[in-house]
C-alpha cells in the first residue's frame, strides 16, 4: 500500500473547498445518514483486491477531488447491503394509513415503494447515466427485475413481476409530476448524494476527524478512503469511509460503521463500473404488451378525492412554519428538541389511538425509559434514535439512549 499519509483536517479548511451553505454544524450526523440513503439510491459492496499503490494526498486534496468531480456519464453494478436493526417494513404500512387504509389505488410499479426495499436486507442494481436527463436504476430480484427510467420528460417505473408501468412527467429535475416549484427542495438542503457528502464534509469542525486512510481497490479501480470519524463519545456513528476513484474524484462506495460494532449499518459500492457513455438503448422504454399502466396523475387524483393529498400538504406546510426547534449539544452529539403535534405522547396500549400491528412495531422498537424529564419512550434504530415523552417532547439524534436521556434532562 502507498504510504498515504493521514492527513486530519478542520472545519474551516474543509468549509472553504466544499462552501458551507445554511446547514448548521450539528446535523453532521443526520448528513452523513443521508449520505448513506441517497448513496443506496444510486452508487452503492467493496471488492477488494489489494492495496493499490498511490501517490501521496492529504484529506484536504482528496475533499477538494470529490468537490470538483463533475463525472456525468456512467453505468454500471453496484451492491447494497443495509442492516439498520429495524424490523421489516413489510406490510406496515398499511398499518399506519388511516382507516387501515393499504394500497388501494396505488401501483406495484410506483417507485416511493420499490425503493423503500433498498433501507434493509442486501440488494444489486444496475445503474446508467448520461448527463442530467437520463438515468436508469434497476433493482435485481429473484427471476424478476424492478426498472425506474427517467428519460427527458418521462419518469417511467416498470414491475416485471406484476407486469405493471408507472408513468410520470419530470419537473426538469429528474423528479415526478407537477410543477418544478412544487419539488424543489428547501434552499440550503441537499439533493443529490454528492451535495450531500459536500454538506457534511463543510459542516464539519473540531468534533471531527477527516483523514486519508490509505487505499483500496473499488470494482478494479484504484481509490483513496477517505474515513470521517466523531472525536466525541456517545454517538453512534463508529465511523464513515467514502472510496474516492483516484482518476475521476467519483465516491465509488460508501460505508457507514456503527460506534456499537458489529457489520456496517451501510455498505454500498460498485463491483463493475464504466465512466464511458452508455448505450442510448439503455434510457429507452416502452411498456410492454399487457401491462396495467398507471399515470401518476391518475394517483395524485385518486389521493385527493380520498383527502390524504390535503393532509399531507397541510402537514407539509405545518412543517414548513414550525419554528419550535431546539438543539442541544453540537457535532455528532447534537440533540433535536420538538414539540410533539398536539403535544401528547404515544396513545395508550389498547386505547385504539394505533392499529394492533403498528403497536407491536412500535414495541419491538421501544425502551421505557425514565429521568429528570419524567418519563418516556426510546425508539432506537443502529444510528439515529428518538425520545418520545409522555408530555408530547421529542429528542432526536444520531446519539445513544443515554445521550438522548441526558439531553432531556438537560432541556427539563
Known sequence: MAPNDSAETNGEATGTVVGRRKAARYIVPFAVAGVAAATIGLVPALADSGDPELPDITAQELIEKIAASDQEQLSGTVKVSTDLGIPSLGGLAGSFAPDGASGSGESSASPDAKLMELASGTHTLRVAADGPDKQRLSILGEGSEYSLVHNGDDIWGYDSESNEVYHAESDGNG??????????????????????????????????????????????????????????????????????????????????????????????????????????????????????????????????????????????????????????????????????????????????????????????????????????????????????????????????????????????
Not at 225 to 234: A, C, E, T
Not at 259 to 286: E, L, R
Not at 367 to 395: H, I, Q
Open 175 to 412: 423528479r415526478p409530476g407537477g410543477k418544478a416549484e412544487e419539488h424543489k427542495a428547501p434552499e440550503g438542503v441537499p439533493a443529490t448524494p454528492k451535495e450531500l457528502a459536500e454538506e457534511a464534509l463543510a459542516a464539519a469542525d473540531d468534533t471531527t476527524s477527516v483523514t486519508v486512510g490509505g487505499t483500496a481497490q473499488v470494482a478494479g479501480r484504484d481509490a483513496y478512503k477517505l474515513v470521517i470519524k466523531p472525536k466525541q463519545s456517545g454517538s453512534t456513528i463508529g465511523s464513515v469511509t467514502v472510496a474516492v476513484d483516484a482518476s475521476t474524484g467519483v465516491p465509488l462506495k460508501f460505508t457507514l460503521a456503527p460506534s456499537s460494532g458489529g457489520k456496517a449499518a451501510v455498505d454500498a459500492g460498485f463491483t463493475k463500473v464504466d465512466f464511458g457513455k452508455p448505450d442510448a438503448s439503455s434510457f429507452s422504454f416502452t411498456p410492454p404488451k399487457g401491462a396495467k399502466v398507471t399515470e401518476a396523475d391518475e394517483l395524485k387524483a385518486e389521493a385527493e378525492k380520498k383527502g390524504s393529498a390535503d393532509k399531507a400538504r397541510k402537514d407539509l406546510g405545518a412543517l414548513e412554519d414550525f419554528k419550535g426547534l431546539n438543539v442541544i449539544g453540537e457535532g455528532w452529539n447534537a440533540v433535536a428538541e420538538i414539540e410533539a403535534p398536539g403535544g401528547a405522547g404515544l396513545p395508550a396500549q389498547g386505547s385504539g389511538g394505533v392499529p394492533a400491528e403498528a403497536q407491536q412495531f412500535l414495541d419491538a422498537l421501544g425502551d421505557k425509559v425514565t429521568g429528570d424529564f419524567g418519563s418516556g419512550t426510546v425508539f432506537k434504530t443502529r444510528l439515529v434514535n428518538a425520545l418520545l415523552t409522555d408530555d408530547g417532547k421529542v429528542y432526536v439524534g444520531a446519539v445513544t439512549k443515554d445521550a438522548l436521556v441526558k439531553a432531556a434532562d438537560t432541556a427539563k
